[in-house]
Nanobody, 125 residues
């Protein structure tokens, strides 16, 4: 099992930047796929960015070119660099982890079963 703690949220003006961090503990970090979700008031939770245990990334269309997800396995930490922030980026951002297993050429992801407590990001002038 893995425990996740997010940090780095806050208030920023439109066009500004923030870097979110997610510190993991309690398990072998390198075997987990990691993702950042967000939930804005009145909206459903959405996957913003994801990075596999092997380093492959994908992004929601709304943040492509502005956000970058990365990981440092030595520090058991995943990051979300957010640039050119817009008011519509305002949300609670959650870090999530999905355990993976690879054998005989097959890769399995068990799903995002582990979640952090969330960190508030507010983009406002």
């Amino acid at each position: 099992q893995v425990q996740l703690v997010e940090s780095g949220g806050g208030l920023v003006q439109p066009g500004g930047s923030l870097r979110l961090s997610c510190a993991a503990s309690g398990s072998i970090f390198s075997i987990y796929d990691m993702g950042w979700y967000r939930q804005a008031p009145g909206k459903q939770r959405e996957l913003v960015a994801a990075i596999t245990s092997g380093g492959s990334t994908n992004y929601a269309d709304s943040v492509k070119g502005r956000f970058t997800i990365s990981r440092d396995n030595a520090k058991n930490t995943v990051y979300l660099q957010m640039n050119s922030l817009k008011p519509e980026d305002t949300a609670v951002y959650y870090c999530a982890a999905a355990k993976t297993y690879t054998a005989a050429g097959l890769r399995t992801q068990y799903g995002y079963d582990y979640w952090g407590q969330g960190t508030q990001v507010t983009v406002s002038s």
